[in-house]
């Protein structure tokens, strides 16, 4: 069987492995989620394995710890799947829940730091380094580089494949180039850069390849967390780790610069677990109040084109967005069969949604954390808003999937508990779920709208339109000219009465 290294979403590992569970079916799938043990201080692992073994949810509601796993911060804090199956690569490729595919290559004791690792002096980490590098068995080594060979067949570049094709094997390859890389995070006396050069000269010492810094046709990975070490060879094409961060997923760039986008294997997540906290296998109606470049209800619609919702809807307020999301969404929908379903975009109001009321299925989305977009004081006036909304327009039963910064679920829970019909489904000591999204703590948030005696039926608003910067000038001077005008008739009444007093 094929061993890989899956980077996912961390705090969902047993979420993504349920989802890849599913997608590989009928082959044969043994996974095992490596998530750190916060009751270590941050040095010590566990193994946790508690999924279902049916792979489905319950038909009440799920247990809580199927969903919530102890997550650290930092890019190395992702969650790591180790995935043993014998699917197709492309199968395996084409995993949606997933941010990169590695080959697995080694890892340490999940139970047990590596000795010397934290120490204080660079040289005595560095050798520790070298040691679990050294510690790499041939035959497993060799068997990684021949699932990267597979998997360069199919989704690898021309000049991959005519090396490969004309020079023979990878392992006796003078023509193939590598890199090596490393994404760190934890108190560590050595940097990413350091760490990177003495797993290259391990490999160099092995196989005659040449180093290539850019382009380079072989990637090799060490994700060193604390005191774990996790080393792959990356297969997912046109990735590179640079700068020691995670690899991006495909974002469209706009006309002012990068776009900060979802991830759509993040997404992928979250619907998976909206599906599971459904009561039937499709969602129905989906809406994101905060749609930003519409990911949800487009990932939503590619998903299942066919039978996963009937409807998806979002909205931003911002105008300057929808020529971005008209580009991306025509970008996507080739090849889709959207006979049946749809995602739409409209300009609205987050706090003031033209919906009617008992509308939505299930509400997800990706709130904003007060760092790019908002700040702290603005974020705490709409978060209790959007909840009222929520609870507006979504039927008996309905789902509701928040995602925020690490302090965002305070003010989420007190407006969801404030509130009557609201029941919360994230976790039975913090009512949250941390995750890693992209470095960054985030949580979780979940609930599910059980209604109340008497809802009351307020009516859509109307969307509120964004002024432009000349109709904000024009306004500017309307009030200025009011501002002198009435200056100047307090300044001729003042001396009109002055003459008068004269007078007298």
């Known amino acids: 069987m094929d061993e890989y290294l899956l980077v996912v979403l961390g705090g969902l590992e047993n979420v993504a492995a349920r989802r890849v569970a599913r997608d590989l079916s009928p082959d044969t799938v043994n996974i095992t989620v490596l998530s750190p043990d916060i009751t270590c201080d941050g040095t010590g692992y566990m193994v946790n394995t508690k999924t279902p073994e049916d792979g489905k949810a319950n038909s009440a509601e799920p247990n809580r710890y199927h969903y919530g796993v102890p997550c650290c ?247 300057s967005v929808h020529s971005r999301v008209a580009k991306g969404q025509k970008h996507w929908r080739r090849g889709q069969d959207l006979q049946c379903t749809k995602a739409e975009y409209m300009q609205w109001n987050a706090c003031r949604l033209p919906l009617r009321s008992n509308c939505a299925d299930c509400v997800i989305s990706d709130l904003p954390f007060g760092l790019h977009c908002l700040n702290s004081r603005e974020v705490a006036k709409i978060y209790p808003r959007i909840v009222k909304e929520a609870s507006r327009i979504l039927v008996l039963g309905g789902i509701l999937i928040l995602m925020t910064a690490l302090n965002g679920p305070k003010l989420l829970c007190s407006a969801i508990n404030s509130m009557d019909g609201w029941y919360l489904i994230s976790n039975h000591a913090t009512d949250k779920l941390s995750i890693n999204v992209g470095g960054i703590r985030g949580a979780l948030v979940m609930a599910r709208w059980r209604g109340i005696d008497v809802i009351k039926d307020l009516r859509p608003f109307p969307v509120p339109q964004a002024e432009s910067k000349r109709q904000k000038k024009m306004a500017a001077k309307q009030k200025y000219k009011e501002l002198i005008r009435n200056k100047g008739i307090e300044k001729t009444t003042m001396e009109s009465s002055k003459s008068s007093d004269k007078s007298f």
């Open 73 to 319: 911060e930092g890019q190395a804090g992702c969650g790591k799947l180790l995935l043993r199956t014998n699917a197709n690569p492309a199968r395996v490729q084409s995993l949606s829940c997933v941010q990169c595919v590695l080959a697995f290559v080694h890892a340490t004791d999940p139970g047990v730091p590596v000795e010397h690792l934290l120490d204080i002096q660079q040289s005595v980490a560095l050798d520790a380094i070298l040691r679990v590098t050294e510690d790499i068995s041939i035959p497993l080594l060799n068997k990684s580089l021949a699932l990267w060979e597979r998997h360069m067949e199919i989704v690898g570049s021309d000049e991959v494949k005519e090396a490969l094709k004309t020079h023979g094997s990878v392992l006796q390859n003078s023509h193939v180039s590598m890199r090596a890389s490393c994404v760190r995070d934890g108190k560590h006396s050595f940097k990413s850069v350091d760490a990177s050069p003495v797993l290259a000269g391990v490999l160099l010492k092995k196989f005659p390849w040449r180093v290539q810094m850019i382009r380079a046709n072989l990637e090799i990975v060490a994700i060193i967390l604390h005191g774990h070490v996790c080393i792959g060879l990356v297969l997912t094409p046109n990735v590179t780790f640079k700068n020691s961060t995670l690899p991006t997923e495909f974002q469209q760039k706009s006309d002012q610069g990068a776009s900060y986008r979802l991830r759509p294997s993040t997404t992928q997540l979250l619907l998976s677990l909206a599906t599971e906290f459904s009561k039937g296998n499709s969602l129905g109606i989906v809406v994101d109040p905060c749609a930003g470049e519409n990911t949800i209800p487009d990932e939503a619609i590619a998903m299942h084109p066919k039978r996963f919702t009937s409807l998806a809807i979002g909205g931003e307020i911002d105008s």
